[in-house]
């Protein structure tokens, strides 16, 4: 709302001030000039008079410049780098294989996706408007089960920031790492033995290595198609071929769609009785640990 308010003040001050009055900004060769600093605008008006411009700063107004999230690898914050073995293309293009054998699996094995809740959400409201209560309550607790996770990884990420010693403080932080793939590797491997809670055991599984990762290889998201297939249509139509996003989301588009491949010919070649989570969450252990 403030927003809004130093927004209105300052459209209000152009439209009413006139290019003559000495109340306003001057009429000679007044330049306004939109800077873009760390998604921020600021609105600057300068006088060529050598008197002092008059300034008029939205701080916090959004840039209208549109960041591709889905496919560019981007720079993090101080407090969120870390050290990585491999490139963040390779871990992308890695995950977004597992993400693609995961998908497929869910798919054949459930008939549902554990790793990402938006179909489950549709479905939920669905639910909730034909008062299908117990159908509604199963979507629920599979959200609610991978928001379990992802607020999981984040708690035990900060817990190990704040433990570290002043000496590993200048170091990147990547400790989290090693507890969350222990724990990936555990639930999956539960989630084989427990079938009638293994849906909402996978959910809370993808939840921790997900978004962990996303934020490790600067916030691309390696196991969801949508914001990449945007974002290399949106490149194609701009004729930016060689831009890097196009790089990046190809890669992790072809790595889904090639773990995918895999993972139905696993089940067509081991059956579907073979553990196969329970050798996922220790691929995905081995794949985070070198983070």
Same mark, same amino acid.
């Given at each position: 709302?403030?927003?809004?308010r130093r927004?209105?003040?300052v459209?209000?001050?152009?439209i009413?001030?006139?290019?003559?009055?000495?109340a306003?900004?001057?009429?000679?060769t007044?330049?306004?000039?939109q800077?873009?600093?760390?998604g921020?605008k600021?609105?600057t008006?300068?006088s060529?008079?050598?008197q002092?411009?008059?300034?008029l700063?939205?701080?916090?107004?959004p840039?209208?410049t549109r960041y591709?999230?889905g496919?560019?690898i981007?720079?993090?914050?101080?407090?969120?780098?870390?050290t990585?073995?491999?490139s963040?293309?390779?871990?992308a293009?890695?995950?977004?294989?597992?993400?693609?054998w995961?998908?497929?699996?869910?798919?054949?094995?459930f008939?549902?996706y554990?790793?990402?809740?938006?179909g489950?959400?549709?479905?939920m409201?669905?639910f909730?408007?034909?008062?299908?209560w117990?159908?509604?309550?199963?979507?629920?607790?599979?959200i609610?089960?991978?928001?379990?996770? /992802? !607020? *999981?990884?984040r708690? &035990?990420?900060l =817990?190990? $920031?704040?433990?570290r010693?002043?000496?590993? @403080?200048?170091s990147?932080n990547?400790?989290h790492?090693?507890?969350?793939a222990?724990? /990936? !590797? *555990?639930?999956?491997? &539960?989630s084989d =033995?427990? $079938?009638k809670?293994?849906i909402?055991?996978? @959910?809370?599984?993808?939840?921790l290595?997900?978004?962990?990762?996303?934020?490790a290889?600067g916030?691309t998201?390696?196991?969801?198609?949508?914001?990449?297939?945007?974002?290399?249509?949106?490149?194609v139509?701009?004729?930016q071929?060689?831009?890097k996003?196009?790089?990046t989301?190809?890669c992790?588009?072809c790595?889904?769609i090639?773990?995918?491949?895999?993972?139905?010919?696993?089940?067509?070649?081991?059956?579907?009785?073979?553990?196969?989570?329970?050798?996922?969450g220790?691929?995905?252990?081995?794949?985070l640990?070198?983070?």
């Amino acid at each position: 709302m403030e927003q809004i308010r130093r927004l209105i003040l300052v459209t209000t001050l152009l439209i009413l001030c006139p290019s003559g009055s000495d109340a306003a900004i001057r009429q000679r060769t007044t330049q306004v000039a939109q800077v873009i600093n760390g998604g921020r605008k600021r609105i600057t008006s300068t006088s060529n008079h050598g008197q002092m411009g008059n300034t008029l700063r939205l701080a916090s107004i959004p840039s209208l410049t549109r960041y591709g999230r889905g496919g560019v690898i981007q720079d993090v914050s101080d407090d969120e780098k870390y050290t990585i073995s491999l490139s963040p293309l390779a871990f992308a293009s890695i995950f977004g294989f597992l993400g693609g054998w995961c998908h497929t699996l869910c798919n054949k094995k459930f008939d549902v996706y554990t790793a990402m809740v938006s179909g489950h959400i549709i479905n939920m409201s669905i639910f909730l408007a034909e008062k299908r209560w117990k159908e509604a309550l199963w979507r629920m607790s599979i959200i609610g089960s991978y928001f379990g996770g /992802v !607020a *999981s990884a984040r708690s &035990i990420e900060l =817990k190990c $920031e704040r433990s570290r010693t002043v000496d590993e @403080a200048a170091s990147p932080n990547s400790r989290h790492f090693k507890i969350i793939a222990a724990l /990936v !590797a *555990s639930i999956f491997t &539960i989630s084989d =033995k427990l $079938e009638k809670i293994q849906i909402a055991l996978l @959910a809370f599984g993808f939840g921790l290595v997900y978004p962990s990762v996303s934020a490790a290889i600067g916030g691309t998201i390696p196991h969801l198609l949508t914001g990449h297939t945007t974002n290399v249509a949106r490149l194609v139509g701009a004729n930016q071929m060689y831009h890097k996003g196009m790089k990046t989301s190809i890669c992790v588009i072809c790595s889904v769609i090639t773990g995918g491949i895999f993972g139905t010919n696993a089940i067509g070649v081991l059956g579907s009785d073979f553990p196969f989570f329970t050798l996922l969450g220790f691929l995905y252990a081995g794949v985070l640990l070198l983070l």
